[in-house]
């Protein structure tokens, strides 16, 4: 090296890059070696630390060999921190801290000696307290330079970042509340004070992490007894208290809308929606620690500064109340439902706020998020009336302001439904307006189902009686245009865009859904089913439609049940015609719901059983090949997603059916399809089918079951296998690795034969007998009935080593493929 200094600066780049290869897994290295790998480099340690200790020598490479060190620190061990502390590397990088020009290497290798002595958690920390005792100091003598205007905004995000990764390392140490580590909380509160919203949010995750030491019952308190652990609980979230209170004031201005909001491009305004529910976010945590009604406390003397001398004077700025109403609308799950000194003068204030849409937004959103507190507070009868008012207000402005109304009107209904029993005309309405499309109010249709449920939830609480009629009222508005469709003629219906229809229908849903009165709504699905016919028989091509049309009738399935009475015939009878016209995937899952419900059900058993049977056998000679998979996804998702349902509710009609083997048939050409709802609907199916004698009703039919898969039980292993190396995604090898080791768990050494013998298959250019035979011993720890947590490791590793390339992943699926399917290769 010295005789060829030019070689340096490219082998300093070597000992940067070294250890930075351990982390990237863009090479294709088998697990074990590239933990062989970061063990040999750790070994060498403290070799490689001696030579970047020799280079500091030459001046002009002191910024390359810190680069270097920082790089090596991230393997986490190796040196101990007593021998770090005086460590030459060590000292320069923290002797550059006082330089004028701080020196980004430097910075890098202080924050990896940051993250080094919180490697091993709180046992890390106390290891490795000597080094601590050095880096702490060091960096606490740059506070001064937080508040600094002369420095640059660089440098002060350089030190901002150094005190955020001290107070994410350490806060187990810091929420015990000793004195020193309250220098590092004062010292993050001045980073959160910084007006660059960047700088400040660096501190945003370790508010969120001390909170939670500090709140959760399994936080480290070694105590012997209850009463001590809840005292000491309590004597750290007093020490905390005041820094918390000083949090809520930094960070609540940070949600104001700037003055030059309107002129916001669309990324922006993203941008600026992100900052506030980010400090929404930083808010719950303050009231986690303070306690939601003393949070409150402080947020409303911020609303008190903002609104005075409003007055009538429309022109007052309105940005410092609409902030403020923000925060407080975040805390509200926080705030006491019996909170009686603050919330009461809100809710008087927000009558007299000025009718500026962004903030009427904001009051509407803040009235909605306050509705258990209306609820239960006793001045909450007496404010009501306000705060519809409001709400019809909001509803009348601008189409945001009316959909957060909407939603508001709905928590109100929801919360408040028993006060409101006595208000249904003043509801009706509010609720006809809304639906029949009135140009005063600007509810957006989708907005509009807000309003249905709010009426929904309400009507539940009426006597039956009363409930009929009001449910019929509600249904008025919605069957005129659907009944008017109708008796333009088929011709006119059958051109209408689905969104006239839909509209109306999804409205339904809402009511089915929502209305908790069995007999009311099944005597109203009765009455509306003439109508309900003609839409299915004269829209059966529609796709749009038909999902509108399923979705209410699921509905009225689940809240009538077997109130249902003639009408779940007819409407079985309607969708297994169509299904085999317009192989509709909804009509599965209107299906799949019936069967939830009537499954068990033995007056219901025959007709469920042609159903059942009607379905599948369709599905199954529409579903030969991967293509049709791929052309069907929805079809495929539906139609298995039914058949576990058909295996949980009714397996005495599903297992010993006809249909069973063609639907494993089906399938096995199934899993591999690309679409992930579809794939994942086949493997739940197949684990269900493995698991059936996990349930009482199913071990019966385990006899029936083996007759179908043990035949095929070689080729559905070896498609399991082809899926977990690389036939399926990454992101399914989960769901994959759950099936096969069902399938180890019902069929036990035969499954692991099966396994055996498509293994062997893949060549030992692909995998190693090392890795095979890994592979093979977690199988047969499955089978033999081990605990499937541990056994999902060396799965995963199976599953990387065979794709760890593209080379290696089209050998193995070349050897695999046991059927002519489409297994595509997929990165």
Known sequence: MDSHPEYIPGFLELLTVLPEEVLNYKIAARPERRRQFEKELTSQMEIALNILTACLAISELK??????????????????????????????????????FLSEASVNVISELIHYTAAGGVDGVSANMPLIQVIVPKVMNLKTQLSDSTKDEEDVKAIARLFADMGDSYVELIATGPNESMLIVHALLEVASHPEYDIA????????????????????????????????????????????????????????????????SYEDLKEFKQTKYAVADVLTDAASVLGGDATLRILYMKLLEAVSGHGNNEHKDWRPAEAALFC????????????????????????????????????????????????????????????????????????????????AFRHICDDCRKKLCGCLEGLFHIYNRTVNGEDSFKVPAEDSLHLVEALSVVVTELPPDDAKRALEALCIPIISPLQEAINQGPEILSKRPSRQLTIHIDRFAYIFRYVNHPEVVADAIQRLWPIFKAIFDLRAWD???????????????????????????????????????????????????VIKIFGSDPSCADYLKNLIEALFQHTTRLLTNIQEFTARPDIADDCFLLASRCIRYCPQLFIPSSVLPSLVDCSMIGITVQYREASKSILHFL???????????????????????????????????ASLTGALPKSRVDVVSYTLLALMRAYGSRALQWAKECVLLIPSTAITDVERSRFLSALSDAASGGDTNGLIVPVEEFS????????????????LRPLELNLGIVS
Not at 67 to 95: C, D, M, N, Q
Not at 361 to 382: F, P, R
Request: charged fraction near 20%.
């Open 800 to 815: 990387d080593v065979c794709r760890r390339n593209r080379a290696v992943q089209e050998i193995v699926q070349e050897a």
């Open 201 to 264: 949010s660096m501190t945003f995750n370790f508010w969120h992490s001390l909170q939670l030491n500090l709140t959760r019952r399994e936080s480290n308190i070694q105590y012997v007894n209850e009463a001590s652990i809840e005292a000491e609980r309590n004597r750290r979230l007093l020490v905390f208290r005041p820094a918390y209170e000083s949090l809520v004031s930094l960070v609540s201005f940070r949600v104001q809308y700037p003055e030059d909001y309107q002129d916001l």
């Open 687 to 721: 684990a269900d089918i493995f698991d059936l004698a996990n349930s009482a009703l199913g071990e019966q039919f385990i006899p029936i079951r083996d007759g179908v898969i043990i035949p095929r039980g070689a080729s559905i292993t070896r498609i399991l296998v």
């Open 543 to 593: 796709m749009r439609t038909m999902e509108s049309l399923c979705r209410a009738c699921k509905y009225a399935v689940r809240t009538s049940g077997r109130f249902m009475g003639v009408t779940i015939g007819a409407m079985l009878e309607e969708i297994q015609s169509l299904y085999r016209q317009h192989h509709q995937p909804c009509f599965l899952y209107l299906s799949s719901e």
């Open 328 to 407: 407080i609308r975040a805390i509200s799950n926080y705030v006491s439902v019996v909170e009686a000194e603050v919330m009461p003068q809100i809710m008087a204030l927000l009558p007299k706020l000025p009718l500026q849409p962004q903030l009427l937004q904001t009051v509407c959103l803040t009235i909605g998020a306050y509705s258990k507190w209306l609820d239960s507070a006793s001045c909450g009868v007496s404010i009501l009336p306000s705060v519809l008012d409001i709400l019809m207000k909001g509803m009348g402005t601008s189409e945001e302001c009316a959909a957060a109304a909407a939603l």
């Open 63 to 100: 910024e390359q060999v810190l680069e270097a060190f920082a790089s090596w620190l991230r393997l986490k061990h190796g040196i101990p921190g007593s021998v770090l502390s005086t460590h030459p590397l060590v000292l320069t990088a923290l002797s550059s801290l006082n330089s004028e």
